[in-house]
């Protein structure tokens, strides 16, 4: 299985936006639900926005209002466009499919099938 490729990231100051974009393979991708995941130093890995195949959406509450999840389904890509970002959301984010087992995965801290993130800071 190949792993996601995400990109995107940077420095950016609060009040800011940044958009990310995950490439992954039609096999993770296909008619699964996609999501974006964050980790901070020191936190556990959290989902914070997933998308259906058909396009229907949910975001974590601490990102509600300010984050929007979208996917290509022709490309295999998934986007995260992130407005009114705050110091809080400084965190490393991932892409991928949402699924029992990526929630175990994360329980174990097992993350051979993930990619290597994009890292996002948030200068206050």
């Known amino acids: 299985q190949v792993q996601p490729v995400e990109s995107g990231g940077g420095l950016v100051q609060a009040g800011g936006s940044l958009r990310l974009s995950c490439a992954a393979s039609g096999r993770i991708f296909s008619d699964n639900i996609m999501g974006w995941y964050r980790q901070a130093p020191g936190k556990k890995r959290e989902l914070v926005a997933h998308?259906?195949?058909?396009?229907?959406?949910n975001y974590a509450d601490s990102v509600k209002g300010r984050f929007t999840i979208s996917r290509d389904n022709a490309k295999n890509t998934v986007y995260l466009q992130m407005n009114n970002l705050k110091p809080e959301d400084t965190a490393v984010y991932y892409c991928?499919?949402?699924?029992?087992?990526?929630?175990?995965?994360?329980?174990?801290?097992?993350?051979?099938?993930w990619g290597q993130g994009t890292q996002v800071t948030v200068s206050s």
């Open positions: 998308i259906s195949s058909g396009g229907s959406t």
């Open positions: 991928n499919d949402v699924t029992p087992t990526r929630f175990r995965e994360i329980s174990r801290a097992d993350f051979g099938s």
